[in-house]
């Protein structure tokens, strides 16, 4: 997507094909920087940190962390080791385990000499696969947008949206926010409500940052004020991404998605999920009971960030010191709550059967 009219992806590699860069995402909105990974360990930092986040580009950033370890050491032992370190960073986004399981096949049915050139153009592989399914998630996703701008009359479509599930947490388009950028540069009048997402507010800094960069008009909102406006029919309709979406529909994401879910199914308003099918667990079927929740660090809710009025970014704590804080980064909501879920190819329902019947080569 583009920045201050320079096209960008979240990760690129060098010009010697072996350094890999990512844009740094603590930094945002306040300061664009980037971020080298010149070994494993550092995809395992930048994904455990949260430089890099979001279900697809943690996976293409694992991907390319397992070519950097081949690069250093491509023996099985060294392999192996480098796919666990890089699976214990971050345990809910199904694509990292997808993509790296995709990578280590490949690598351990080859010579050790061959394995880093095949890692890295596997890890590319997969970055071009994810521009490519979020580009055709915005096009099925836009032809919702323009159904409802019909019924709309012409007046703008009223999404709300929650985290950041744009272009910066894939490689490109974004899963959430793609429809919105393909049907705004279509023309479709819209506007979105952008949830801070408490507690590292992801709406806040990212979506926002990427919305007013791409001149989409939105309105930062705080997470509690969603139910509100649906009661007064204010959100046309709720699109949200997925770190993991079980066979039968069952759909992780951000903390807080639950409850706009809920809120939406009390006003009747639509709830769709975007999502390539790399981001679907087809081992799980109950979300609720089976998919690890993150718990991170107290910090991120006890202390915020932003930037002073000198233009410094700083961080303030906003609790007593020494009241405990929990700080669990996803919830489930059960696939009854998800209207439909928007793909690569095409929309579905969020049950077994809707989306065996669009990936019967997938779900096994
Ligand atoms: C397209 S995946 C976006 C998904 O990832 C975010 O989580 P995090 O920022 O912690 O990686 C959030 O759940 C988004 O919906």
Known sequence: MRINGQDFQTIWLDADGRRVHVIDQTRLPHRFETSTLATMDDAAKAIRDMIVR????????????????????????AIAAACETLLATRPTAVNLRWALDRVQALLLSAA?????ALAYAEAGRIADEDVACCAAIGDH???????AAERRRGEPVNILTHCNAGWLATVDWG????PIYKA???????HVWVDETRPRNQG??????????EGVPHTVIADNAGGHLMQHGLVDLVIVGTDRTTRSGDVCNKIGTYLKALAAHDNGVPFYVALPSSTIDWRIADGVAEIPIEERGPREVTHISGRTAEGAVAEVQVTPEGSPARNWAFDVTPGRYVTGLITERGVCAATESGLSELFPDLAG
């Open 54 to 77: 979001g279900a697809p580009l943690i996976g293409v950033t694992g991907a390319y962390g397992l070519a950097l370890a081949a690069a250093a050491d491509p023996a099985d032992a």
């Open 112 to 116: 050790p000499a061959e394995r880093a």
């Open 141 to 147: 996703g836009a032809a919702l947008i323009r159904a």
């Open 175 to 178: 899963t959430a926010l793609a």
């Open 184 to 190: 705004a540069r279509a023309g479709a009048p819209l």
């Open 204 to 213: 806040a800094s990212l979506t926002a940052f990427e919305l007013l960069s």
